[in-house]
């Protein structure tokens, strides 16, 4: 199963190494998502993480930093507004299974939220999980499941056909002091998340 890990909304201190290490370390995307950022934080994350890794980068918008970064991915909640790129990934999310017949030109969709939201209160799932093993059948789009995931919903995620999960309310719990990594817990994530990922 592949594994993504989307950014908490506030920034990090020393946020470019943290991506990088994550990246060398079993995580196969990461997901920018900074809604309140400025200009210069985000051109500075960006330019801090080595050209080698942009290819499994996706931003969260804006999409204004596309061309200057021509491998990172890109993702547009609207898949009704979003233009294709060629040569990189574009992604979108859905929340209702009757969208699925709607998508275009998109290599990823997150699905949310498959379990009830980890890190926003009273984020339900409203999803059938029956008709979740079946909706990979679409067409050939890497579905990702999100919301609510934790290491122990790796399983259950893979009996409904995903094999792709993208985490953020969970693994970033307890990881977190005023903006710093704790990497003895980070770590320990990372270990428990490589050995069930290897194991289904």
Not at 60 to 83: A, E, N, S, V
């Amino acid at each position: 199963m592949k594994l993504s890990v989307i950014t908490p909304t506030f920034w990090l201190k020393d946020e470019a190494d943290i991506i990088v290490y994550l990246l060398d370390n079993g995580i196969d995307y990461i997901r920018i998502r900074k809604p309140f950022h400025k200009a210069y934080d985000m051109e500075n994350l960006l330019s801090n993480i080595p050209e080698e890794k942009h290819s499994r980068l996706i931003i969260h918008k804006p999409l204004k930093y596309i061309h200057q970064y021509p491998m990172i991915g890109i993702h547009h909640p609207d898949h009704k507004t979003l233009t294709p790129f060629h040569d990189r990934i574009c992604s979108t999310t859905m929340h209702h299974e009757k969208e699925t017949n709607k998508l275009n030109a998109v290599d990823q969709v997150l699905i949310s939220p498959i379990f009830d939201s980890i890190s926003k209160t009273g984020y339900l799932s409203a999803w059938d999980k029956d008709r979740l093993k079946i909706i990979h059948q679409y067409n050939e789009i890497d579905w990702i499941a999100l919301g609510g995931v934790s290491t122990q919903r790796l399983p259950e995620l893979a009996a409904m056909n995903f094999k792709h999960a993208a985490l953020m309310g969970y693994f970033w719990k307890q990881t977190i002091h005023n903006e710093t990594i704790d990497y003895t817990i980070l770590d320990k994530k990372l270990v428990e998340l490589n050995r069930i990922k290897n194991e289904i």
